[in-house]
């Protein structure tokens, strides 16, 4: 089995425990064929005619132009005065951020945390940026009895590791700026300049690693969680630097990206595309 499919099974099985979840057969069909009309819209098809939407579909214009009135009468979708295309209406957006909203990060992660715990052995930690600070929100325990162990609720500066350099990569100027003026009193410009550094690589390359930077015999390898605001969140693998070596640890970073992609996925995240190829470096 592939390491998506056994992403796939592991996390159907948590979602069976909601048994609302289940697609209902008996959906009124009127009610479908008005969803298939909000999703018929995308990025590449922001604004679309009625004879385009019908030939999408594969639905009578007719049929379509009935539920685009119950729609656009409802705020669902929204036609221009002058080309009489019809584009979605801010209700889909008002409605999205309830549900996004209503979202627990914690919630949404424990699944996929443990799901690389089982993979790899090793503690999990997700960890959330609150005020200028790296909180570790949630883990799961390694399986050996050699092991690291970090306490629930433990804060840290965001500068000083992997997890949380990816929340300050993808936070405001304000929190990276903050972050290097820390550095720069405490170890000097070249250490804040490292740090700008290495915050752009995460940017680019999606994860982080932690050569021993806040415990010197501990490891990690941690990477973003985003949500359709910004990041939220951070997850890492952490261990002894005995069972972190570099094979170890390129092993680990695709089930890492992997699990990283899906939580922000269903937590509102839309990726730009395809994941791109993991480029591994120190």
């Known amino acids: 089995m592939t390491s998506s499919a056994a992403l796939a099974r592991f996390i159907s099985v948590v979602d069976m425990a909601y048994p609302d979840s289940e697609p209902n057969t008996e959906i009124l069909g009127s009610v479908s064929k008005a969803l298939d009309v909000l999703e018929a819209f995308s990025h590449e098809h922001s604004e679309m005619a009625l004879g385009e939407i019908a030939l999408k579909l594969n639905m009578g214009k007719s049929t379509v132009h009935k539920l685009l009135q119950t729609l656009l009468v409802r705020g669902f979708v929204a036609q221009d005065s002058s080309t009489r295309r019809y584009r979605l209406g801010l209700r889909n957006w008002q409605l999205g951020n309830l549900a996004v909203g209503s979202i627990d990060v914690r919630e949404v992660a424990a699944p996929y945390m443990r799901h690389l715990a089982a993979l790899t052995g090793e503690q999990l930690t997700l960890w959330v940026y609150e005020t200028g600070w790296a909180v570790c929100v949630d883990r799961v325990d390694s399986r050996h009895r050699v092991r690291n162990y970090t306490r629930m609720g433990t ?117 730009d595309g395809p994941s791109p190829p993991i480029e591994w470096s120190a």
Do not use: Q
Not at 186 to 210: S, V
């Open 155 to 271: 804060v840290e500066k965001p500068e000083d590791f992997a997890s949380g350099r990816c929340l300050l990569a993808f936070s405001g100027d304000v929190e990276i700026a903050n972050a290097s003026e820390r550095l720069l009193r405490a170890r000097g410009e070249y250490a804040a300049d490292i740090l700008r550094k290495r915050l752009e690589t995460i940017r680019e390359r999606g994860y982080e690693t932690n050569p021993g930077d806040l415990w010197e015999e501990i490891r990690a390898i941690a990477a973003p969680l985003f949500g359709h605001l910004g990041v939220v969140g951070a997850i890492s693998v952490s261990g002894p630097e005995s069972r972190f070596d570099e094979g170890a640890i390129k092993a680990m970073l695709p089930h890492l990206l992997e699990v990283t992609r899906e939580a922000s996925i269903k937590l509102g995240y839309i990726p």
